[in-house]
């Protein structure tokens, strides 16, 4: 059974710094494009960053790009997220969504979701 799971995230101050994890169990990981998407209260859910199968390829949206940095540790299964000089605005669901074949920023077309983790930035 393909599970996605996250972690890392929680309460942090401006300007600090989480990591997030997406460990993937029943499926190899590395075989698969990876994204990371997040949905703040009343909004609609954004791509954030995403890797791609074999070249190790990545995006990240305007909003994040200098401040996010998204991995992969094929020994572990899993997929990061580092996130630094966080903002406000930055809180938010974090989600990350594992497909073979799409990796764009359409949600409804990612094949598998893990539940997400809160990241919330307040002082």
């Known amino acids: 059974q393909v599970h996605l799971v996250e972690s890392g995230g929680g309460l942090v101050q401006p300007g600090g710094s989480l990591r997030l994890s997406c460990v993937a169990s029943?499926?190899?990981?590395?075989?698969?494009?990876v994204g990371w998407f997040r949905q703040a209260p009343g909004k609609e859910r954004e791509g954030v960053s995403s890797?791609?199968?074999?070249?190790?390829?990545?995006y990240y949206a305007d909003s994040v790009k200098g401040r996010f940095t998204i991995s992969r540790d094929n020994a572990k299964n899993t997929v990061y997220l580092q996130m630094n000089s966080l903002k406000p605005e930055d809180t938010a669901v974090y989600y990350c969504?594992?497909?073979?074949?799409?990796?764009?920023?359409?949600?409804?077309?990612?094949?598998?979701w893990g539940q997400g983790t809160q990241v919330t930035v307040s002082s």
């Open positions: 890797i791609s199968v074999s070249h190790g390829s990545t």
């Open positions: 029943g499926f190899t990981l590395n075989d698969y494009f």
């Open positions: 969504a594992a497909d073979q074949y799409y990796s764009g920023r359409h949600s409804a077309l990612w094949n598998y």
